[in-house]
């Protein structure tokens, strides 16, 4: 299987690094071909402008590259810290700029965005990890989880995307090395088991 990894976090030295980097080399080790991307060490730039909104909008070589990665993918695996309840800014740039109509989702004929998408994705598998500070009850009862909203209801399920995992690795400023090799293990596990070849 081909599989996309999208990273986003600023830090060479962060927990997010090495989700990322053990998701890597899982899929790896399971002969499965990767494409990677750390949005931060590329430099990726998330603004998106008014000429790219259209269906048929203008875009550069970068962009349509990563269309075309996007399009191919038979499995995603994106990697962000929980930020304001929010992706990271670059992260939330890659998605306007590149989950692009005629690419992630389009509108049935006649439909002028009023109605539901139908999605156009060639994967059917996702999976996100996060991390945070935030305590699971606080996260669930008073912010009502967002992340697993824009990701499994606002993002992947509208672009054709039906199998969704979300694991928040949490308390991570207070998390241990033990509790983080253990998160890591989980992490392959996760891999393995959403990834396994048949």
């Known amino acids: 299987m081909k599989i996309l990894i999208l990273l986003a976090h600023p830090s060479s030295d962060s927990f997010n690094h090495a989700i990322a980097a053990k998701v890597h080399e899982t899929l790896l080790s399971m002969r499965h071909e990767v494409i990677f991307h750390d949005l931060y060490a590329e430099n990726f730039d998330p603004l998106l402008g008014a000429n790219e909104i259209p269906k048929d909008g203008e875009y550069n070589d970068s962009i349509r ?9 038979e499995g995603i695996v994106i990697v962000h810290p929980n930020w304001w309840g929010m992706p990271p800014a670059i ?3 890659y998605i306007d700029r590149v989950f692009r109509p005629g690419i992630a989702y389009e509108f049935e004929e006649g439909d002028y965005g009023e109605g539901i998408p139908k999605g156009l994705l060639k994967a059917k598998t996702a999976i996100v990890f996060n991390t945070s500070d935030t305590n699971r009850d606080r996260e669930e009862n008073i912010f009502l989880d967002p992340l697993e909203t824009l990701w499994k209801n606002c993002i992947f399920y509208l672009c054709g995307i039906k ?3 979300r694991k928040m690795f949490r308390i ?3 998390s241990t090395i033990e509790e983080r090799e253990n998160w890591l293990h989980e992490v392959e596990n996760t891999v393995r088991k959403y990834f396994e070849k048949t």
């Open 65 to 73: 590259q990563h269309c075309e990665e996007l399009q191919n993918a």
């Open 91 to 93: 992260m939330k740039g």
């Open 163 to 165: 199998v969704f995992h």
């Open 172 to 174: 991570m400023v207070t």
